[in-house]
């Protein structure tokens, strides 16, 4: 998937603020740490009114602790092979 091209999050979601800017981090085909690493970067660069999409072949659990310590709210969903992250500030 390219790094621009948003997954399908319609009806998937129960508390993600999909009516948000999107923005796209597909982190499938990186090796550990470098999803984490570029989850944390790239949320630092975002608006505080915009998510992040991030997809990944599994749940991100190191990374949700990193989001609970900086205010991030989150909500993963399965999708096949892999997982679809969103995360946002309150």
Same mark, same amino acid.
């Given at each position: 998937? *390219?790094?621009?091209q948003?997954? !399908?999050?319609? %009806?998937?979601?129960? !508390?993600?603020?999909?009516?948000? =800017?999107?923005?796209?981090?597909?982190?499938? !085909?990186? =090796?550990?740490?470098?999803?984490?690493?570029?989850?944390?970067?790239?949320?630092?660069?975002?608006?505080?009114? *915009?998510?992040?999409?991030?997809?990944?072949?599994?749940?991100?659990?190191?990374?949700? =602790?990193?989001?609970?310590?900086? %205010?991030?709210?989150?909500?993963?969903?399965?999708? %096949? !092979? %892999?997982?679809?992250?969103?995360?946002?500030?309150?």
């Open positions: 998937m *390219a790094t621009d948003l997954p !399908d999050l319609e %009806g998937r979601f129960d !508390d993600a603020p999909l009516d948000r =800017p999107q923005h796209h981090l597909d982190a499938s !085909d990186l =090796p550990p740490p470098k999803p984490l690493r570029n989850t944390l970067e790239r949320l630092e660069e975002l608006d505080d009114d *915009a998510v992040l999409v991030q997809t990944n072949d599994r749940r991100p659990q190191h990374l949700y =602790p990193r989001l609970e310590e900086r %205010g991030y709210s989150y909500e993963t969903v399965e999708d %096949g !092979d %892999g997982a679809i992250t969103v995360i946002w500030q309150d």
